[in-house]
């Protein structure tokens, strides 16, 4: 989302005919869209703020670095960073940091050319009126992120967003369906929709081409299942994939929807953060293990039923180490590993943020054993991993291929794999192929060009 966001961000201020920097050390202008929910993010943010500084003493070229993201309204953010930022400013708050900006051009900045000046100002005029309605300035030409909603109401207690993103705000379905027909009619090959909760996203359409046309008819509140049936309806050969679902609402429509869509990949993000109930609920996940479990067994289900033939991807996230979580509850997330067979978990150390519930509770576990339990659910994983990789081997996968380096093609399947092949004299970078498997390793997979 924070990707998303900053794109968004680049697409204003390209609008506004600003030249994006070749190197942060000649820049006029530096905004650092920032990360709050672990302490390393945070801490990134502040060493990148110190060397900016330093690099300016040393060049006597003073930037104004604007702070936005999960970190800017953090009161201890802001008296820390006070004197070395020169505007905090939440990314919905965006007609501030345009405000800045013109203020500045006008103010700072030495730009020799007025009519790049004047532009910047008329382009400007119209007010913003949500900065997810941005164009924005896509950095991949082949993936591209899509966000639907901004915003959580779950109020986790470890989780800084809904302090820092606000309350669920979903976008209106018919401008995200006219920004996916846009990505699609340009050829993009993969297109990601996202959001803090994206299956609680909720918004009303009428008069459009996916309903019946009448006077009478009332607005269609259009959920996260009828906005991926709507998207896989445009015409395109295109990937849908998605980011990220809370177990509380994954609903068996939603279910049904992922597995019987052709275009949304066999792909399932849906984190468990913690297998012991009692743990599950001083997080405030309003869930249980035997209810997740359930919800891992519709989906395999749902896959098998509607997608015989295709291979699927279960992916999550664990926190280790969450206050008080003794040995025998830790063991409980090691039991669910276990039973889901994961292809990927993003692990995390519990790291109190402040003005969370959890930042008040007693942080017993020590960071030596935070990175115990992590190792070992690690080993879990790469086995189930590793277990899961041998079924592609001899198949025909298609791959979007991502790079090129050292004489080999990056790529990644429908479910998420990596997967290298060898670089053919035609490029293929952009492009959806077909490579059968021929090795599969714990993280990655390796193949050869379809003949």
């Not at 052709?262 to 249980?288: F, S, W």
């Not at 008080?324 to 150390?349: H, N, P, R």
């Not at 935070?370 to 659910?377: A, C, P, S």
Request: hydrophobic share 35%; net charge positive; glycine share 4%.
């Amino acid at each position: 989302m924070n990707y998303s966001d900053s794109e968004r961000i680049a697409g204003m201020l390209q609008n506004m005919k600003i030249k994006e920097a070749s190197d942060i050390k000649e820049a006029d202008l530096v905004i650092i869209n920032t990360c709050g929910v672990r302490q390393m993010a945070e801490d990134r943010v502040y060493g990148l703020i110190h060397n900016i500084k330093k690099q300016a003493v040393r060049s006597k070229k003073q930037a104004k670095i604007i702070l936005t993201g999960c970190l800017a309204n953090r009161k201890d953010v802001i008296r820390r960073m006070k004197g070395k930022v020169d505007l905090f400013c939440e990314i919905k708050e965006i007609e501030t940091i345009k405000n800045f900006v013109i203020k500045e051009l006008n103010n700072s900045f030495k730009i020799k050319n007025l009519k790049l000046k004047i532009s910047a100002q008329k382009n400007l005029n119209k007010e913003i009126k949500s900065y997810l309605s941005i164009k924005s300035d896509y950095n991949n030409p082949a993936s591209a992120y899509v966000p639907v909603m901004t915003g959580c109401n779950n109020f986790c207690s470890y989780c800084v967003v809904p302090y820092a993103r606000g309350h669920e705000v979903s976008r209106p379905a018919k401008e995200i369906l006219a920004e996916v027909r846009s990505l699609a009619a340009k050829g993009y090959k993969e297109i990601t929709l996202l959001g803090q909760n994206v299956n609680s996203y909720k918004s009303q359409i009428t008069n459009y081409k996916f309903q019946i046309n009448s006077k009478n008819q009332k607005p269609k509140t259009t959920n996260f299942s009828d906005l991926l049936k709507m998207i896989n309806k445009i015409p395109g050969n295109f990937w849908i994939r998605f980011l990220t679902s809370h177990p509380k609402d994954m609903s068996d429509e939603l279910i049904e929807t992922i597995a019987k869509s052709k275009k949304v990949c066999e792909y399932v993000h849906l984190p468990i953060q913690a297998g012991d109930d009692q743990i599950l609920e001083k997080m405030n996940r309003k869930y249980t293990a035997e209810h997740y479990l359930g919800l891992i067994a519709k989906i395999k289900k749902a896959f098998q039923k509607y997608k015989p033939k295709e291979i699927y991807s279960l992916n999550g996230d664990i926190i280790v180490g969450f206050p008080e979580e003794t040995k025998k509850q830790f063991l409980e997330s090691a039991k669910i590993m276990e039973k889901v067979g994961y292809d990927m978990i993003y692990f995390g150390q519990f790291s109190p943020r402040p003005g969370t519930v959890a930042a008040k509770m007693k942080n017993n576990v020590s960071k030596a054993e935070k990175v115990r339990r992590e190792k070992f659910l690690n080993e879990i994983l790469k086995k189930t991993a590793f277990q899961n990789n041998q079924q592609y081997l001899e198949k025909n996968i298609e791959i979007l291929i991502d790079t090129e380096k050292n004489g080999f093609y990056f790529g990644h399947t429908r479910t998420m794999k990596n997967v290298k092949i060898p670089v053919t004299k035609k490029s293929l970078i952009g492009k959806i192929i077909k490579a059968k498997i021929t090795k599969a390793n714990i993280w990655n997979l390796e193949g050869i060009l379809e003949k």
